[in-house]
């Protein structure tokens, strides 16, 4: 900027005032069906007196650059938020992150929040700014790298920050259909990006040329004039299609799909290149061990995987082997539904050698044209016919470490326990460091571990419903590397809340889904079968494990239990004084029921059980504690109160006289009590035998008075 340092300090002064800057927003737009994901948020000068970076250049040479910063970002918080499922970039530098009070701009800025780290500093340090980082990402914001491959952002800081977003400069994006240079620096990002799971973003495209040319690349998103310019909320956008030259066409699938060395990336070339076309959301599924397991998808954050043959359209379509399209899948009762809004399905048998080994599936949000569903038959015709020569992929060394882990985890008898080693296996086996364990019967509350963990309890009954419907069919779900895919609607709580990497799996025991496994982190990671397959047979032995668990407290309790009266019995009564300690106060009551041989002789033995049933019940409506009442012998009870609180022993024996004794009256009984409360530090035992002194006394007393 030209002028003085005085006049520096004045336009930045005017700038930093309450009101002093403007917000523009600039579209960044897929390029595969051309929706707008996300818009970058661009402070500006209202007066037009100096351009974005005359700004910053003004306030960097008064040493105000952070001053002026945050003043973008009140700016920005102060405006709407963006429109529902699309995100908002805003820049910020590490200088403002380190900022005392920095992470509490957070709370004013709204939810689908991306930073994108600007280049106006190196960064030395990129393990101090994750830290600083931390408030801001356990928020539910995500990560962009600013100018990749060009400015101070190197590998390293991708590495380390792990963002979702790689943003490449103008500077490659110029001319780059014609540069082979600049070619060969986006090519390498975009397959880097693809390794970390990252989408690319590139900034200011502004030729037809240049967009035909990173479509054909694998770039994901784009900005720039050509698309939109910055504006007030929300600019327009202008259709992708038909900008580039030509549109991408199964001809030119041909070359790709010979380069593949194995199924899987041909699979993904053949994804891929239906992507590109825009609109559609393509799924390449193949059968593994009965199951169909999903080699390639596009344009959503979830795959849905292992599914069974006898479920959905790509089921049909595959036992069948006949081709499926659907025009309203409202119309369609076996279609499965994972996301919302769509309309139209196309799925088309894979065949090898003439053998149906899978099926090429197509969601679109709009209805299919004939030319598009040519498009997918060629692919699948074409993809049939790469698969015979090729390999899949296999991966042993997950199964290795499960090996590992699972003789320890069938040696767990105790359910809490098993909870805690699946959960400990699940992250160790993924990499991931948050797990979810939920089980359908409510008897236990859901379990999670891990800095997710919070997020994972939030998740709502209904959003675990969902998920449980959506895996009805499936071995599992997960997260497919798409940063702005569309998700299930039960995972949109943990995506907001920082979750970049998912994986849900049921757990099934005895034939039987009885439980949920949410594995998840807040980095992106590369799944596929490969790594999701032992987290699936991880849920398989979960299952069993949870179930023989359960087996065993039932055979503990029932040993505990008279299967009478549901009352502790005689052994866990002793356990129960045992376990009191040799301190604390304590009281000790033993129970007998009167005339009980004269009822059993009278009215017969099915009377009688009906009788010690009543003192049961009775018993335990009248305690604070089910497990305070036993019963002790044929027809004697017993209660243990511990702790300050217990009344006095002849107001609890005077209760449960009146409560029980009351309903043995009306069956032609009576009851005895005799209480007593523990002096000092004597053992329970003995309290136990003063307790039953007084009560053959009683009974004494009872018997020498005169019958009226």
């Given at each position: 900027?030209?002028?003085?340092?005085?006049?520096?300090?004045?336009?930045?002064?005017?700038?930093?005032?309450?009101?002093?800057?403007?917000?523009?927003?600039?579209?960044?737009?897929?390029?595969?069906?051309?929706?707008?994901?996300?818009?970058?948020?661009?402070?500006?000068?209202?007066?037009?007196?100096?351009?974005?970076?005359?700004?910053?250049?003004?306030?960097?040479?008064?040493?105000?650059?952070?001053?002026?910063?945050?003043?973008?970002?009140?700016?920005?918080?102060?405006?709407?938020?963006?429109?529902?499922?699309?995100?908002?970039?805003?820049?910020?530098?590490?200088?403002?992150?380190?900022?005392?009070?920095?992470?509490?701009?957070?709370?004013?800025?709204?939810?689908?929040?991306?930073?994108?780290l600007t280049e106006q500093e190196e960064i030395t340090d990129p393990e101090a700014l994750r830290t600083i980082l931390q408030p801001w990402v356990r928020n539910g914001v995500r990560l962009a790298i600013d100018d990749a491959?060009?400015?101070?952002?190197?590998?390293?800081?991708?590495?380390?920050?792990?963002?979702?977003?790689?943003?490449?400069?103008?500077?490659?994006?110029?001319?780059?259909?014609?540069?082979?240079?600049?070619?060969?620096?986006?090519?390498?990002?975009?397959?880097?990006?693809?390794?970390?799971?990252?989408?690319?973003?590139?900034?200011?495209?502004?030729?037809?040329?240049?967009?035909?040319?990173?479509?054909?690349?694998?770039?994901?998103?784009?900005?720039?004039?050509?698309?939109?310019?910055?504006?007030?909320?929300?600019?327009?956008?202008?259709?992708?299609?038909?900008?580039?030259?030509?549109?991408?066409?199964?001809?030119?699938?041909?070359?790709?799909?010979?380069?593949?060395?194995?199924?899987?990336?041909?699979?993904?070339?053949?994804?891929?290149?239906?992507?590109?076309?825009?609109?559609?959301?393509?799924?390449?599924?193949?059968?593994?061990?009965?199951?169909?397991?999903?080699?390639?998808?596009?344009?959503?954050?979830?795959?849905?995987?292992?599914?069974?043959?006898?479920?959905?359209?790509?089921?049909?379509?595959?036992?069948?082997?006949?081709?499926?399209?659907?025009?309203?899948?409202?119309?369609?009762?076996?279609?499965?539904?994972?996301?919302?809004?769509?309309?139209?399905?196309?799925?088309?048998?894979?065949?090898?050698?003439?053998?149906?080994?899978?099926?090429?599936?197509?969601?679109?949000?709009?209805?299919?044209?004939?030319?598009?569903?040519?498009?997918?038959?060629?692919?699948?015709?074409?993809?049939?016919?790469?698969?015979?020569?090729?390999?899949?992929?296999?991966?042993?060394?997950?199964?290795?470490?499960?090996?590992?882990?699972?003789?320890?985890?069938?040696?767990v008898e105790d359910a809490d326990r098993t909870i805690e080693a699946v959960l400990r296996a699940a992250t160790d086996l993924s990499g991931m460091d948050s797990a979810l364990l939920v089980l359908h019967d409510g008897e236990?509350?859901?379990?999670?571990?891990?800095?997710?963990?919070?997020?994972?309890?939030?998740?709502?009954?209904?959003?675990?419903?969902?998920?449980?419907?959506?895996?009805?069919?499936?071995?599992?779900?997960?997260?497919?590397?798409?940063?702005?895919?569309?998700?299930?609607?039960?995972?949109?709580?943990?995506?907001?809340?920082?979750?970049?990497?998912?994986?849900?799996?049921?757990?099934?025991?005895?034939?039987?889904?009885?439980?949920?496994?949410?594995?998840?982190?807040?980095?992106?990671?590369?799944?596929?079968?490969?790594?999701?397959?032992?987290?699936?047979?991880?849920?398989?032995?979960?299952?069993?494990?949870?179930?023989?668990?359960?087996?065993?407290?039932?055979?503990?309790?029932?040993?505990?239990?008279?299967?009478?009266?549901?009352?502790?019995?005689?052994?866990?009564?002793?356990?129960?004084?045992?376990?009191?300690?040799?301190?604390?106060?304590?009281?000790?009551?033993?129970?007998?029921?009167?005339?009980?041989?004269?009822?059993?002789?009278?009215?017969?033995?099915?009377?009688?059980?009906?009788?010690?049933?009543?003192?049961?019940?009775?018993?335990?409506?009248?305690?604070?504690?089910?497990?305070?009442?036993?019963?002790?012998?044929?027809?004697?009870?017993?209660?243990?109160?511990?702790?300050?609180?217990?009344?006095?022993?002849?107001?609890?024996?005077?209760?449960?006289?009146?409560?029980?004794?009351?309903?043995?009256?009306?069956?032609?009984?009576?009851?005895?009590?005799?209480?007593?409360?523990?002096?000092?530090?004597?053992?329970?035992?003995?309290?136990?035998?003063?307790?039953?002194?007084?009560?053959?006394?009683?009974?004494?007393?009872?018997?020498?008075?005169?019958?009226?």
């Amino acid at each position: 900027m030209d002028g003085t340092r005085g006049d520096a300090e004045a336009l930045v002064d005017r700038l930093v005032a309450p009101g002093g800057l403007a917000v523009a927003y600039q579209p960044i737009v897929r390029l595969g069906d051309g929706a707008v994901v996300a818009y970058e948020a661009l402070s500006r000068d209202p007066h037009g007196a100096v351009d974005a970076e005359g700004m910053f250049a003004a306030a960097r040479a008064v040493g105000r650059g952070v001053a002026l910063e945050r003043a973008c970002l009140e700016a920005i918080a102060a405006g709407d938020p963006p429109p529902a499922e699309t995100l908002l970039f805003v820049n910020v530098s590490p200088a403002l992150l380190a900022t005392p009070g920095g992470a509490d701009l957070r709370a004013a800025l709204p939810a689908r929040l991306v930073l994108e780290l600007t280049e106006q500093e190196e960064i030395t340090d990129p393990e101090a700014l994750r830290t600083i980082l931390q408030p801001w990402v356990r928020n539910g914001v995500r990560l962009a790298i600013d100018d990749a491959g060009a400015g101070y952002s190197s590998l390293r800081q991708v590495v380390d920050l792990g963002p979702e977003f790689l943003k490449v400069d103008r500077s490659l994006v110029a001319g780059v259909d014609r540069d082979r240079r600049r070619q060969a620096v986006v090519t390498a990002l975009v397959a880097f990006a693809a390794e970390i799971g990252a989408d690319v973003i590139a900034e200011g495209v502004e030729r037809r040329s240049e967009l035909g040319w990173l479509r054909s690349a694998g770039v994901t998103l784009a900005q720039g004039f050509l698309l939109a310019r910055p504006g007030p909320p929300w600019p327009a956008v202008t259709s992708i299609h038909g900008l580039e030259p030509a549109r991408p066409r199964s001809r030119g699938l041909a070359p790709t799909l010979d380069a593949a060395r194995t199924q899987r990336g041909a699979c993904e070339a053949v994804a891929t290149h239906l992507f590109r076309r825009g609109g559609l959301m393509p799924s390449v599924y193949l059968e593994r061990a009965g199951r169909l397991r999903c080699q390639a998808q596009r344009g959503l954050w979830q795959v849905l995987d292992g599914m069974v043959p006898s479920a959905g359209i790509t089921g049909r379509t595959f036992r069948t082997g006949i081709e499926h399209h659907v025009e309203d899948v409202r119309h369609a009762e076996d279609y499965l539904e994972a996301i919302p809004g769509v309309v139209a399905e196309l799925c088309v048998p894979l065949v090898a050698d003439g053998v149906v080994v899978g099926a090429l599936n197509v969601e679109s949000l709009v209805p299919l044209s004939g030319e598009v569903q040519d498009e997918v038959r060629t692919c699948a015709r074409l993809l049939g016919e790469r698969l015979v020569d090729l390999p899949p992929e296999e991966s042993r060394g997950p199964l290795r470490r499960l090996a590992e882990t699972a003789a320890s985890l069938a040696a767990v008898e105790d359910a809490d326990r098993t909870i805690e080693a699946v959960l400990r296996a699940a992250t160790d086996l993924s990499g991931m460091d948050s797990a979810l364990l939920v089980l359908h019967d409510g008897e236990r509350p859901r379990t999670a571990i891990g800095p997710l963990a919070a997020a994972l309890e939030a998740i709502t009954a209904a959003e675990i419903d969902h998920l449980r419907t959506v895996l009805g069919p499936l071995t599992s779900c997960y997260s497919a590397g798409e940063a702005t895919g569309r998700t299930v609607t039960a995972s949109q709580t943990l995506r907001d809340a920082g979750a970049r990497s998912l994986v849900a799996l049921p757990i099934a025991a005895r034939g039987r889904r009885i439980g949920l496994l949410v594995v998840t982190h807040r980095d992106p990671f590369h799944l596929g079968p490969e790594q999701v397959e032992p987290l699936e047979l991880l849920a398989v032995l979960a299952g069993s494990c949870l179930a023989t668990a359960a087996t065993v407290e039932e055979l503990r309790r029932r040993a505990r239990r008279d299967p009478l009266t549901g009352l502790g019995n005689h052994s866990s009564f002793h356990e129960r004084l045992t376990r009191a300690g040799e301190a604390g106060t304590a009281t000790v009551l033993v129970l007998d029921i009167d005339d009980f041989k004269l009822v059993n002789d009278t009215r017969g033995h099915l009377v009688g059980d009906e009788v010690l049933r009543t003192v049961g019940t009775e018993l335990l409506a009248a305690l604070p504690d089910v497990d305070t009442a036993f019963r002790i012998g044929g027809d004697e009870f017993a209660v243990l109160l511990e702790g300050d609180d217990a009344a006095a022993p002849e107001v609890v024996a005077a209760t449960l006289q009146d409560a029980v004794g009351g309903a043995l009256r009306a069956r032609g009984a009576g009851l005895s009590i005799g209480a007593a409360r523990r002096r000092g530090t004597e053992p329970l035992i003995d309290t136990l035998h003063r307790a039953d002194t007084r009560l053959y006394r009683n009974k004494a007393e009872k018997a020498a008075r005169p019958v009226a």
